[in-house]
């Protein structure tokens, strides 16, 4: 019995520890199964994070083209508008430089109607001396005739001036008549 009683004990002690062992494996396995499960929890957890910071940086993207889509259309707006300013200031400076030109001339005509002005102005001034003495000799009779007197004489020298001549004497225009026929039509 001896021999019984301690294979008894030794397979009641092996089946304990066995059972033991088993319980033990089955804690231990309940408790990996739970921190798996905690960390399929986790993994969800993040897995939906990283979802929506995939939708919220999806949105921002978006968001980014559409300001990036707006930059392009605001610089080719800006770009078109420079090239327009710079055809302006073009035709600007082209119309500063021929305006300066317009002023060159203009200021050198100015010169020489200036001069001109002079000129006139100083013959005006001896015609009117000569008028003032043109006038005192013909409103004097006796200088008057003195100056008739002259003309004859010099109308003497110098040829017949403008007389028609009839018959070898001068006779003045108011004599003669002068008839114009026309020619016979066609």
């Known amino acids: 019995m001896n021999k019984k009683f301690i294979k008894n004990i030794l397979i009641l002690l092996l089946a304990s520890t066995l059972v033991f062992g088993v319980f033990r494996y089955v804690s231990y396995l309940k408790e990996n199964i739970r921190d798996l499960e905690s960390q399929k929890q986790n993994l969800e957890s ?3 994070n990283l979802e929506s910071q995939k ?3 999806l ?3 978006e968001k980014e083209k559409n300001t990036v889509e707006k930059l392009k259309l605001k610089n080719n707006s800006l770009k078109s508008n420079l090239q327009a300013v710079h055809k302006r200031l073009d035709r600007s400076f082209l119309d500063l430089k021929l305006s300066e030109k317009r002023f060159e001339e203009l200021n ?3 010169s020489v109607l ?3 002005n002079l000129a006139f102005s100083e ?3 001896k015609l009117t001396e000569e008028n003032e003495v ?3 000799t013909l409103t004097s009779i006796p200088e008057l005739k003195a100056a008739i007197q002259e003309l004859k004489r010099l109308a003497r020298f110098t040829g017949n001036r403008g007389f028609l001549i009839k018959g070898g004497q001068s006779i003045p225009a108011t004599r003669v008549k002068i008839e114009v026929v026309p020619a016979p039509g066609k």
């Open 114 to 116: 200036k001069a001109e």
């Open 123 to 125: 013959d005006k001034i």
């Open 134 to 136: 043109f006038k005192s």
């Open 108 to 110: 050198s005509r100015i």
């Open 59 to 61: 949105q921002e993207l």
């Open 55 to 57: 939708q919220n940086l």
């Open 46 to 48: 993040q897995k939906q």
